[in-house]
């Protein structure tokens, strides 16, 4: 593509040339694009997805860069949909060159935005925890798939709280529908009965009708699976104020924005590979170097943006194995390498998916969530059994 | 059963209270205001704010209609009054406020999704069924604010004349009426009455840019078939927000939340003066 | 008075000229644009197709709409649910293609139907296109797992082509469709969608099925924009329900007013500009440069309605200092052919009424009105004001009007029909106000009034205009023939009075109706208009109805005069029968009472 660019560059323009100029002066940076909600549904985690990138990306140039280049973060806006990521995945691949996107998103922008990867052919390393299922030449993944993370709340809410019958909300998406099938599969496995499931568009604010049927159906127990952000917040907010008292399991909530609902967050039940509890000295120190640098602007890590500063140190890891920041030899690289981060030892070996430590929590009254359980590298599952 | 009264009512006095403005706009100067969706916005923000500075959250609605009354003022005088000849250009104009509108609020507030403080939480008891106090509490706004209305338009000078203008606009001219302040105050007042909505609003949900834009439609087509009357308005809110309820509960919220656009257009093509008398 | 034929080929050469110029450019663009450009060019280009629909609707047609978007989306998803659901295979491909282009005319049609029928408020076609993109949007929700709902579908196999090929193909379709819009927009048609803009009604009474006009142009536009949205869809390998949304849909308004709508120029520029400006700020200034839209868009409507291009086009003619105006395209008056008059020939009346009558509620404005009138008659209709005249010509002239009773044209019953079908019958209604198009030339409205008789063509303008001897003679006495190339909002009162008569005359009617066609026209004018008016019942056998106040001018003209008096007829007789009358001077004088009293 340079080299097109430059055989052009006569007719280009004079700003090109100079573009062109200005960045054979430096040594030339390695470019990670992160294409990220900043506005509509994901914009409440989004901002500390975008600090965890800038921690990871600060701490690598502190130390040399990666192969001797500094690293320079390209952030887009996808609007946490198809349409708007496009236009990210465009910009970053075809206008910014990035070398590698990094980054959290609605399963709608991921998949609007893959086939774009798939043309610019440049790692996409997704950091987001999703409905699973998702394969591509040119995709990792470090979070968690429902495979993952479903079982525990299940299981706890069956076992130890006795209960039968369950209520499936969702927004009405990838992510949403694909949570609540693995979910509904499950629980009749496990002999529960499912008494409803609904779902509302991705960026519906009203559940009025919903919260109606779920309270005319009296569940022993709600799973719910939105958009994260805004949809998950009114959806808490709407049955805290309708009273529904059932057991509350919420499978897209993470910690900052639980600690965002305030005393309507209390009680619920989540799975997550992340919380800030976690007793281990990496956590500790990623901890205390994200309150170093953003101080009072700190928005609290959590089980999206933790992952995303793991894979930056993934894609460090694996550019240094491969001597390249070529695709071919950088993808080859990714399944092989890994890195001890606030989650633990994290490497993308299965099947492009990562094994991962898992915990069951509840939210207290305080935003701070109470590790009830925990379940050591639980596997993915067969999610590419034709990628390796 | 006793519960889909309640959304149903409920549900209705949103819709009303989120409508009450475009309807005065629209009566007296017959022009659909796209604004309103900025309005109400504004209103959700200035929620945002009163939350931030910590205070009372009741006090998000004084502020909110201020700032709306005062926006409202300002944008009457300098772009709807030169569109007066031009009906369906004050519908752009006032849609491209609304841009203008959310893009300043973006670059003052951040593009993201953010939540206020609802000035009563929980549930209570009524008719048998535990329900949202806030959407109680929202019933009694929307009746409030028809009596407001109610009791401005009959029982004051301004009302009278505001009256007299929607009735028939040169014929009061004729009397003496200055229409040009009954069009300024119409229109100051409705944009408050919007930014007033979107502080009552944002409570149940959170505040974005383009939170306005959903509810523009809903509220713009409630007013075409209110005509310019606060009693159909009462009328068409709770026929179709109850209708928009029923559907959402048996059939699917998606359909649900098509039943006021479809329901309206068609309300129209059938009897274009919609719930209003001839 | 030049000949036309010459003016109109250099404008057809001048486009073919340029829209070679233009393809050569898009042929050459991806060879010295970089990829990222060429990338957003592409569906900078299809929107671009889409704009100019939106131009045609709304800046020459004057329908504004928001629902464009509507069908852009239809197209998009034919062809993501297609190639998702069904596989990609040419087959397929195109069975895709032709099924969303059908659906989107389909839909266009509904529209139309929704929104033109009698009698619907002009802005109930803003509404229902309002709605259109949100129910499809929700539909689109609805589909689950089928349709993506709010992810929409992405990756599916779609046709494997380069950028640079996908460029050039919506570059092509761009310069074509603007060529061929250009070239419409000038025909005689395309004066058209001016008149209906300007004055439906008058199109309305020239005969004109405008409902039809209007559904088919909706209908076409559909097609073009599920066409572009299907491209999209095919291009990107991404389809969403925002592509069908309200949002894209006003955005296509904003980009259009901007460019300067009625100038398909502009709004392509518009959307091409604004797409690609916003595709490179989005990174650094998404708020800011969308602010500034905004602000343009919000300022161009209240300041510069007609948009920016026409201001610089206007500046840059005068750096030249070429005259701005182009010249008027200006034809010859012709003869019209023979044709045998309807009617003719046949002993029945031209017009009869029966137990015909109007009420508004309670109020009755025309009651049991018993009429008939032969060809040849010139029935002058009189009264005080309120005695049901006016509504009775209404009435005449639109099936839809009478609460009661029947009315026969030639030997057809109107029953229900509607202004343009009762032309087809005969008549021919003058309004009393002169209701004529402002900004068309006066050539272009008497063309107009032939509209009826001689299809307009799609991609010409006439060389002629033929009108039929009446017509042609009142053209000539009042001068207005030296007047073909001027704007007839620039005519005078009486002009444009005589104008309407001559556009009525045009329509080769067989029962006249007129209403005032004297009033505020001076003495000569009146004296002019009435030779006329005898001459046309006496040599052509034209039935005349004719509502006058003059009592004077109905004297000297009339062949029978008919007194309507609180919606009934209280006299029916010659002219000195009835002009001499006590009781038609009691009328005048306002004595009200006696004459209800001798009337009942």
């Given at each position: 593509m340079n080299v097109k660019l430059g055989g052009c560059a006569g007719v280009v323009g004079l700003g090109a040339i100079l573009a062109l100029a200005a960045s054979a002066l430096a040594a030339d940076p390695i470019r990670i694009g992160v294409p990220v909600g900043l506005s509509g549904a994901n914009s409440v985690v989004a901002p500390s997805v975008v600090q965890s990138a800038q921690l990871a990306v600060d701490e690598i140039n502190a130390k040399g860069g990666i192969l001797g280049r500094p690293l320079q973060l390209e952030v887009a806006d996808d609007g946490s949909g198809a349409a708007g990521a496009q236009k990210?995945?465009?910009?970053?691949?075809?206008?910014?060159?990035?070398n590698a996107l990094i980054s959290m998103e609605t399963s709608a922008a991921r998949n609007a935005g893959l086939p774009i990867v798939a043309r610019g052919k440049v790692p996409f390393i997704y950091t987001s925890f999703y409905e699973g299922r998702s394969c591509s030449p040119y995709l990792y993944v470090d979070a968690w798939v429902p495979d993952q993370q479903v079982a525990p709340i299940v299981d706890y809410f069956m076992q130890k709280k006795g209960a039968k019958t369950f209520f499936l909300v969702g927004s009405d998406y990838a992510f949403g529908r694909g949570m609540l099938d693995f979910t509904r599969q499950y629980i009749q496995k496990e002999g529960g009965k499912i008494l409803g499931e609904e779902y509302a568009p991705m960026d519906a604010t009203d559940w009025t009708a919903i919260i109606s049927k779920v309270r005319a159906a009296n569940p022993d127990a709600l799973v719910t699976s939105t958009?994260?952000?805004?949809?998950?917040?009114?959806?808490?907010?709407?049955?805290?104020?309708?009273?529904?008292?059932?057991?509350?399991?919420?499978?897209?909530?993470?910690?900052?924005?639980?600690?965002?609902?305030?005393?309507?967050?209390?009680?619920?039940?989540?799975?997550?590979?992340?919380?800030?509890?976690?007793?281990?000295?990496?956590?500790?120190e990623f901890l205390a170097a994200m309150k170093k640098k953003f101080g009072a602007e700190l928005k609290t890590p959590n089980d999206l943006s933790v992952p995303e500063y793991e894979g930056v140190y993934l894609y460090k890891a694996a550019v240094e194995k491969a001597k390249s920041t070529d695709t071919a030899p950088v993808i080859k690289a990714l399944a092989e390498v890994s890195f001890e981060g606030p989650r633990g030892v994290i490497q993308m070996s299965k099947q492009r998916h990562a094994p991962l430590t898992m915990y069951l929590g509840q939210v207290q009254g305080d935003g701070s969530v109470k590790v009830l359980e925990s379940f050591k590298n639980v596997d993915p599952g067969d999610q590419c059994p034709n990628l390796k | 059963m006793s519960a889909q009264f309640l959304d149903i009512v409920t549900t209705a006095a949103i819709f009303y209270i989120v409508a009450a403005g475009l309807l005065i706009i629209f009566g007296v100067m017959k022009i659909i205001n796209f604004a309103h969706g900025g309005f109400l916005t504004i209103g959700g923000y200035a929620a945002l704010v009163v939350t931030e500075l910590g205070l009372n959250p009741w006090l998000a609605l004084p502020f909110a209609a201020l700032a709306g009354l005062v926006i409202g003022a300002l944008v009457e005088h300098f772009v709807v009054r030169p569109l007066y000849a031009r009906p369906l250009d004050a519908i752009l104009a006032t849609w491209g406020l609304g841009i203008v509108i959310g893009q300043l609020i973006t670059i003052a507030f951040g593009r993201e999704v953010q939540f206020v403080q609802s000035p009563v939480q929980g549930a209570t008891a009524v008719l048998g069924e535990s329900y949202s106090q806030y959407r109680l509490i929202l019933v009694l706004g929307a009746v409030l604010l028809a009596a407001a209305l109610a009791a401005i338009l009959q029982g004051t000078r301004l009302g009278l004349m505001t009256r007299a203008v929607i009735m028939n606009e040169s014929l009061a001219r004729g009397l003496g009426i200055n229409s040009g302040l009954v069009r300024f105050a119409s229109f100051s007042v409705g944009s408050a009455l919007a930014s007033l909505a979107g502080a009552l609003i944002t409570p149940l949900s959170s505040v974005d840019p383009n939170m306005g834009v959903p509810w523009l439609v809903n509220a713009f087509m409630l007013v075409l078939v209110s005509g310019t009357s606060l009693v159909s308005l009462g009328i068409a809110t709770l026929v179709l927000g109850g209708a928009q309820v029923l559907i959402s509960a048996y059939w699917s919220p998606i359909l649900g939340s098509l039943t006021i656009v479809v329901l309206a257009a068609v309300i129209l093509r059938i009897r274009p003066q919609g719930f209003a008398r001839e | 008075?030049?000949?036309?034929?010459?003016?109109?080929?250099?404008?057809?050469?001048?486009?073919?000229?340029?829209?070679?110029?233009?393809?050569?450019?898009?042929?050459?663009?991806?060879?010295?644009?970089?990829?990222?450009?060429?990338?957003?060019?592409?569906?900078?280009?299809?929107?671009?197709?889409?704009?100019?629909?939106?131009?045609?609707?709304?800046?020459?047609?004057?329908?504004?709409?928001?629902?464009?978007?509507?069908?852009?989306?239809?197209?998009a998803y034919a062809c993501g649910l297609a190639f998702t659901h069904l596989g990609l295979s040419p087959g397929i491909a195109v069975l895709a293609f032709v099924g969303g282009l059908a659906i989107a005319a389909a839909t266009a049609a509904l529209v139309g139907w929704l929104a033109f029928g009698y009698g619907v408020s002009p802005i109930y076609v803003s509404v229902v296109t309002l709605v259109l993109p949100i129910v499809v949007t929700q539909v689109l929700f609805s589909g689950g797992t089928f349709t993506g709902s709010s992810s929409g579908l992405s990756g599916f196999d779609?046709?494997?082509?380069?950028?640079?090929?996908?460029?050039?193909?919506?570059?092509?379709?761009?310069?074509?469709?603007?060529?061929?819009?250009?070239?419409?927009?000038?025909?005689?048609?395309g004066r058209l969608l001016v008149a209906i803009r300007e004055n439906e009604q008058r199109c309305e009474y020239l005969g004109i099925n405008t409902a039809l006009l209007k559904t088919l142009l909706l209908v076409v536009a559909a097609l073009v924009a599920a066409a572009a949205g299907y491209a999209y869809a095919a291009y990107t390998d991404v389809i969403a329900p925002e592509l069908a949304?309200?949002?894209?849909?006003?955005?296509?308004?904003?980009?259009?007013?901007?460019?300067?709508?009625?100038?398909?120029?502009?709004?392509?520029?518009?959307?091409?500009?604004?797409?690609?400006?916003?595709?490179?700020?989005?990174?650094?200034?998404?708020?800011?440069?969308?602010?500034v839209i905004g602000l343009a868009f919000v300022l161009?409507?209240?300041?510069?309605?007609?948009?920016?291009?026409?201001?610089?086009?206007?500046?840059?003619?005068?750096?030249?200092?070429?005259?701005?105006?182009?010249?008027?395209?200006?034809?010859?008056?012709?003869?019209?052919?023979?044709?045998?008059?309807?009617?003719?020939?046949?002993t029945g009346p031209a017009v009869a009424l029966s137990g015909l009558s109007r009420r508004y509620g309670s109020l009755r404005?025309?009651?049991?009105?018993?009429?008939?009138?032969?060809?040849?008659?010139?029935?002058?209709?009189?009264?005080?004001?309120?005695?049901?005249?006016?509504t009775l010509i209404r009435c005449i002239a639109d099936g839809h009007e009478r609460s009661a009773g029947r009315v026969v044209v030639q030997g057809h019953d109107i029953g229900r029909r509607p202004p343009q079908r009762c032309v087809a019958f005969g008549i021919g209604r003058k309004f009393q106000t002169a209701n004529v198009f402002e900004t068309l030339t006066v050539a272009e409205c008497l063309h107009l009034a032939r509209a009826r008789l001689e299809r307009p063509s799609l991609w010409r303008r006439d060389a002629a205009v033929r009108l039929p001897e009446p017509a042609h003679q009142v053209v000539v006495a009042t001068g207005l023939d030296r007047q073909l190339g001027t704007a007839v909002k620039h005519l005078s009162h009486g002009m444009k009075q005589a104008l309407e008569l001559a556009m009525v005359l045009a329509l080769e009617p067989s029962v006249l109706l007129l209403d005032e066609p004297t009033a505020g026209l001076t003495k000569p004018?009146?004296?002019?208009?009435?030779?006329?008016?005898?001459?046309?019942?006496?040599?052509?056998?034209?039935?005349?109805?004719?509502?006058?106040?003059?009592?004077?001018?109905?004297r000297e003209i009339s062949s029978r005069v008919v007194v309507l008096h609180q919606g009934r007829i209280v006299l029916d007789g010659t002219v000195s029968e009835v002009v001499d009358s006590a009781l038609v001077r009691t009328i005048y004088a306002g004595e009200e009472h006696a004459v209800a009293g001798a009337a009942s």
């Open positions: 990210a995945f465009d910009s970053l691949i075809f206008q910014k060159k990035a958009a994260g952000g805004a949809p998950n917040v009114t959806l808490t907010k709407q049955l805290r104020g309708a009273g529904i008292k059932a057991l509350y399991g919420n499978l897209a909530v993470d910690e900052g924005t639980a600690k965002g609902m305030g005393t309507d967050a209390e009680g619920i039940y989540i799975s997550a590979s992340y919380l800030t509890s976690i007793d281990s000295p990496k956590n500790k | - | 008075m030049s000949k036309a034929v010459p003016a109109v080929a250099p404008e057809l050469r001048k486009v073919l000229g340029l829209a070679i110029v233009a393809l050569a450019a898009v042929g050459v663009a991806p060879f010295v644009l970089d990829i990222y450009t060429v990338n957003i060019l592409v569906r900078s280009l299809l929107y671009a197709c889409v704009a100019l629909t939106v131009d045609i609707l709304w800046g020459y047609t004057g329908i504004l709409t928001f629902g464009q978007s509507a069908f852009f989306g239809i197209g779609t046709v494997d082509l380069e950028v640079e090929t996908w460029f050039w193909i919506a570059g092509a379709a761009l310069v074509v469709l603007t060529a061929a819009a250009w070239v419409f927009v000038r025909s005689d048609a949304g309200f949002v894209f849909g006003t955005e296509l308004v904003i980009w259009v007013a901007l460019g300067g709508r009625g100038t398909l120029i502009g709004p392509v520029t518009g959307t091409i500009v604004i797409d690609l400006v916003s595709a490179y700020l989005s990174g650094s200034l998404p708020f800011v440069w969308k602010l161009v409507i209240v300041v510069l309605p007609q948009g920016i291009v026409p201001v610089i086009r206007g500046a840059w003619q005068r750096i030249l200092g070429r005259s701005g105006a182009r010249a008027a395209h200006v034809p010859a008056l012709e003869p019209a052919p023979l044709r045998a008059l309807q009617g003719e020939g046949g404005v025309l009651e049991g009105i018993d009429l008939s009138a032969k060809p040849g008659e010139l029935l002058s209709l009189v009264g005080p004001n309120g005695a049901g005249k006016t004018e009146r004296t002019l208009i009435g030779g006329i008016l005898t001459a046309l019942a006496r040599k052509h056998a034209l039935c005349i109805l004719l509502v006058e106040h003059d009592l004077d001018f109905v």
